[in-house]
């Protein structure tokens, strides 16, 4: 059974940093691509961050462009989203995701999280 656990999320002061964690098990990991997506209240699923299996390359979505990083520890089966500069517009619900490949859309992907908040106050 896969799981996806996500942590890290919490309240933080515009221009704070936070650095999300999750945690993957019942698959195997570096097969792999690993993404972040968010939803703020109202608002549609949106699309963060992907890395590939093997964390050789990723691709950030405009909005964090810069202010965000992902990255991924085989070893530990964990990938993160360190996230710099924040803005109260990145308040969101944070979700991890795996899929077989590198896509920027949530239909692509196969396995969820359960999320973690993301509250960034002005």
């Known amino acids: 059974q896969v799981q996806l656990v996500e942590s890290g999320g919490g309240l933080v002061q515009a221009g704070g940093s936070l650095r999300l964690s999750c945690t993957a098990s019942g698959l195997t990991f570096s097969n792999y691509a690993m993404g972040w997506f968010r939803q703020a209240p109202g608002k549609e699923r949106e699309f963060v961050a992907v890395?590939?299996?093997?964390?050789?390359?990723?691709t950030h979505a405009n909005s964090v462009n810069g202010r965000f990083t992902i990255s991924r520890d085989n070893a530990k089966n964990m990938v993160y989203l360190q996230m710099n500069s924040l803005k109260p517009e990145d308040t969101a619900v944070y979700y991890c995701?795996?899929?077989?490949?590198?896509?920027?859309?949530?239909?692509?992907?196969?396995?969820w999280g359960q999320g973690t908040q993301v509250t960034v106050d002005s």
């Open positions: 890395i590939t299996g093997r964390g050789f390359s990723s």
């Open positions: 995701a795996a899929s077989k490949g590198t896509y920027n859309s949530a239909s692509h992907y196969d396995y």
